[in-house]
């Protein structure tokens, strides 16, 4: 039932004036001196109440929460709930009593300094003026928005199209394989890519797996340069590391027999070895990274090696679990899932409309968790598909979606920040350029009010 307080207070303050002259009584009742917004509310907004706050010392009622984008046309007709005070409000030229009963134009509340209104108390002497400030989402939240490109200055007919990208200490760095075997790394503050570049000189042999290049979290408790680094493997199964981006060491103990780096779980290193007997099993390192685990489970057919990414997600209970796809040479890209003892193909075995095709998205795919869903991608650069749970796929048509000016069948990497920003390199088709976009869902972006 809709509260009409000022229609009821006004009535019946008229009733007790007209009651105490009927009955002549001597005793002298004091009218509240009370000029304050005690509630304010409109009516629903497209099913939805938004919580209005009243900050009593600057005198603003405001909404906690933005009304969604297109709301101006909804606010020039829309009825006020609730404005509770004591006495009566008036508006307008602040001569006319507002009736919450009656539609109200409240557009002027989205813009400028908003809508002003005088509250008067029930003495009829003392008022407040109060601004009514409706915010409003000036973008879609829902849209992934992407900055202008910025070009890497690592364009050359030298320039292989391997490539990885990864934030390290505030800066995107991006590792660049030329066909000569040199691996030249180029970095620039994540925040000011436009900025400028530095180009280091990488000491790594010349059969580094760039694709492997990964960031391992450490032990919360271990040094700065212990608890953070980067690895990455070679060909020829040894692993190094960083604690700087450029000088690298080799991990002998975790080095011979690496086929794959999969990802950093719990603070542990996940990779595939290959044992004494030819079987490549999945291992753990030991925490100071001196050596392999022993004995894991058997790599099964169809786990990916190469082009690893992987997503690290909790479950609705808050269990840490990993979502994980690489390069693949089926028609179908199958995500393969990690909850901390065994790995499980995620396939819905269903019909095509719940897989990522690679005729959509490419042989190279690249997963990540995003908001609250998986995404993927591939160096096709025409399709993203999404997934709630990581089993059944669907492709998106609007909204989410890669850049409008990139190329098809292109060299890319992805890496994503504690801001939510994404940030994909990616090559011109011919590998003679490299461009970095910077871009974040709108509403991860939203400042919480």
């Not at 919580?51 to 603003?60: C, G, K, S, V, Y």
């Not at 709301?71 to 009736?99: H, Q």
Request: net charge negative; hydrophobic share 40%; with cysteine.
């Amino acid at each position: 039932m809709r509260r009409k307080f000022l229609s009821l207070i006004v009535s019946f303050l008229l009733m007790s004036i007209a009651i105490s002259s009927c009955l002549g009584s001597d005793d002298e009742y004091d009218a509240s001196a009370d000029p304050t917004v005690h509630a304010f509310s409109l009516d629903t907004i497209r099913g939805v109440n938004y919580h209005f706050a009243i900050d009593q010392l600057n005198r603003l009622i405001y909404n906690t929460d933005s009304l969604p984008l297109g709301a101006d046309t909804i606010i020039d007709s829309i009825r006020i709930d609730t404005f509770f005070v004591t006495g009566y409000v008036t508006s307008g030229e602040l001569d006319t009593i507002l009736n919450i009963e009656n539609y109200q134009d409240l557009s002027g509340a989205a813009s400028g300094n908003g809508l002003r209104f005088r509250v008067h108390a029930a003495d009829m002497a003392t008022y407040r003026d109060y601004q009514l400030k409706i915010n409003i989402h000036r973008q879609d939240p829902d849209s992934l928005q992407w900055e202008q490109p910025v070009m890497l200055p690592a364009g050359n007919n030298s320039i292989d199209k391997v490539q990885k990208s990864v934030l390290w200490d505030g800066n995107l760095w991006v590792y660049v394989h030329s066909f000569a075997g040199v691996l030249t790394a180029y970095h620039a503050p994540a925040d000011r890519l436009e900025s400028g570049w530095t180009e280091e000189a990488v000491n790594l042999p010349a059969d580094v797996d760039i694709s492997s290049l990964m960031r391992m979290e450490g032990e919360a408790s271990a040094p700065l340069e212990e608890n953070v680094c980067l690895l990455v493997k070679t060909d020829g199964g040894d692993v190094y590391r960083s604690a700087d981006g450029v000088n690298w060491t080799l991990l002998t103990g975790l080095s011979g027999s690496v086929e794959a780096l999969l990802t950093c779980y719990n603070d542990e290193l996940i990779g595939i070895v290959e044992d004494e007997n030819g079987v490549s099993r999945f291992a753990v390192a030991a925490s100071d990274l001196s050596a392999w685990s022993s004995g894991g489970e058997a790599v099964p057919e169809g786990f990916p090696r190469e082009h690893i990414y992987a997503a690290l997600f909790q479950t609705s209970n808050l269990l840490e679990q990993v979502m994980l796809v690489g390069a693949t040479d089926n028609e179908k890209i199958i995500p393969w899932a990690f909850d901390g003892h065994t790995w499980a193909e995620m396939d819905p075995q269903t019909s095509y409309d719940a897989y990522c095709l690679t005729s959509q998205l490419g042989y190279n795919p690249a997963i990540l968790r995003y908001g609250d869903q998986f995404y993927m991608f591939g160096e096709r650069m025409q399709d993203i598909c999404t997934s709630g749970s990581g089993l059944a796929w669907s492709r998106l048509e609007e909204k989410f979606l890669l850049p409008d000016n990139i190329g098809a069948g292109v060299s890319y990497s992805l890496a994503m920040d504690g801001d939510n920003y994404l940030y994909l390199v990616a090559s011109s088709p011919n590998y003679q350029a490299f461009y970095v976009w910077r871009g974040r869902l709108n509403k991860l972006g939203f400042a919480i009010q």
